[in-house]
């Protein structure tokens, strides 16, 4: 069956970074355009980043430009959120999502406070 499976949150401070991981099972990841979206307590889900089957083209949300990098290792069926100087704003519960077949994962929190 598919899954998608999120790890790396945490708790971290301001200006901290943390790595998210989402590992593909049960589909042909390769061949989906893979998403990171977030959700905040009481605000809509919301897209973060997006990247292409093969990686080579990126998307992101303004909020989040120049500081979060979107990767994928195909290899692996895994993509992966890398977020740099994060801020209290940046608190969430972070889902990835394969366009293919619209899969999420359950969801890994990100917890952004001093």
């Known amino acids: 069956q598919v899954q998608l499976v999120e790890s790396g949150g945490g708790l971290v401070q301001p200006g901290g970074s943390l790595r998210l991981s989402c590992a593909a099972s049960?589909?042909?990841?390769?061949?989906?355009?893979m998403k990171w979206y977030r959700q905040a307590p009481g605000k809509e889900r919301e897209l973060v980043a997006g990247i292409s089957s093969g990686g080579g083209s990126t998307n992101y949300a303004d909020s989040v430009k120049g500081r979060f990098t979107i990767s994928r290792d195909n290899a692996k069926n895994t993509v992966y959120l890398q977020m740099n100087s994060l801020k209290p704003e940046d608190t969430a519960v972070y889902y990835c999502?394969?366009?293919?077949?619209?899969?999420w994962g359950q969801g890994t929190q990100v917890t952004v406070s001093s």
């Open positions: 049960g589909f042909t990841f390769s061949y989906s355009y």
């Open positions: 999502n394969a366009r293919l077949g619209n899969y």
